[in-house]
């Protein structure tokens, strides 16, 4: 939701760091792989059972290599292969921080982890399929910066997601009833995606 706004602060100092790694040699598809590995060293921190700043370091540093990525790629020049690695790793991201916490707590977590997990996999499902029928038809935007793929509006996006997850990281114990919340703000999110594309594609 907040996205949008959100990168018209962020885009300039990124583009700008972007830059300077790239003038050093960094490339894109690197930089999105550290960032991926900071994230999963945060999930298994969490897993392990750690919490608090610690682990939020991690997560701020992995969200961070995720900026920087695509602004080394717009540098060096973009290719459709760091746009697919860059999703991917993105939600190999989002997995891995509810699976930590079922992983860290089955009994207290399990089910609302399932639940969290699912809504997920319904609102990327809604995500990438409304991207696939926009690239079809040659659609762009830049409202959430420029990506490889179509990104479409939702109640909840990169950001709220971020927010999440910085939550649990400081106060896990409450993964349970957040998980619920969120994951029902996921399928309104995705519920919405579907009347979208019903009125633009139907």
Known sequence: MLDGMIRSLIDPPLNDGGRWLAARGATANAVTLV???????????LALGHAGWLVVVFLLASRLAD???????????????????????DFV????????????????????????????YINGATFLGYAILAAERGMKTAARGEKSLYFTAGLLEGFETILFFLILAILPQLFAPLAWGFGALC??????????????FG
Do not use: E, M, Q
């Open 35 to 45: 960032g991926l590995v900071l994230g999963l060293v945060a999930a298994g921190l």
């Open 67 to 89: 900026g920087l990525d695509g602004a080394v790629a717009r540098a060096h020049g973009k290719t459709d292969f760091g746009g697919f690695l860059d999703i991917v790793c």
């Open 93 to 120: 991201f989002y997995s891995a921080i509810p699976l930590a916490l079922v992983w860290r707590d089955p009994t207290g977590n399990g089910v609302a982890g399932a639940f969290l997990l699912a809504s997920f």
């Open 187 to 200: 399928l309104v999110t995705a519920t919405a995606r579907v009347v979208l594309a019903w009125r633009v």
